[in-house]
């Protein structure tokens, strides 16, 4: 199976813990990364681990005595299948979306100015593909 579905939280946390790692790593690495967030004891990690191989999210080298997990999408793909899905489900209502993001503080200014240099550079790139047309 292929990596094609939106992961619940808890998954994703793993998947984050994954991904910001340099390295493959063991379940109990995963358990010790989680430790602050999730009071989950190493069979929980396994029993998540082996959800995410099973949908494509993760490797395992099972060589050595204590297997290493790795992820197998990277982050900016799952981002963007996951945003995706988001605005097949918002469908014509993102303004309201975004509007509601904005009103409730949600993004921080960073993240406003951030967005706002993105869809400038978007507006410019189809008003540049307009002319050609």
């Given amino acids: 199976m ?5 992961l619940p939280n808890a998954e994703l946390d793993i998947m984050r813990v994954l991904w910001g790692a340099e390295k493959p790593l063991k379940a109990s690495e995963l358990t010790s990364a989680l430790s602050e967030e999730r009071a989950w004891k190493r069979q929980t990690v ?19 005595y204590s297997h290493l ?21 918002v469908g014509s ?14 993004l921080s200014d960073e993240d406003i100015f951030a967005l706002s240099e993105m869809l400038n550079a ?12």
Avoid: Q, W
């Fill in 46 to 64: 396994h029993v998540l681990l082996s959800r995410l191989e099973k949908k494509g999210y993760v490797g395992v080298d099972k060589s050595a």
């Fill in 2 to 6: 292929s990596a094609t579905e939106r």
């Fill in 93 to 106: 209502s993102i303004h309201s979306m975004m509007a509601s993001l904005i009103e409730t503080n949600e």
């Fill in 69 to 89: 997990f790795y992820p197998l999408i990277d982050e900016n793909d799952y981002l963007a299948l996951a945003s995706s899905g988001l605005v097949k489900k």
């Fill in 122 to 133: 978007k507006c410019k790139e189809i008003e540049a593909n307009r002319k050609n047309n």
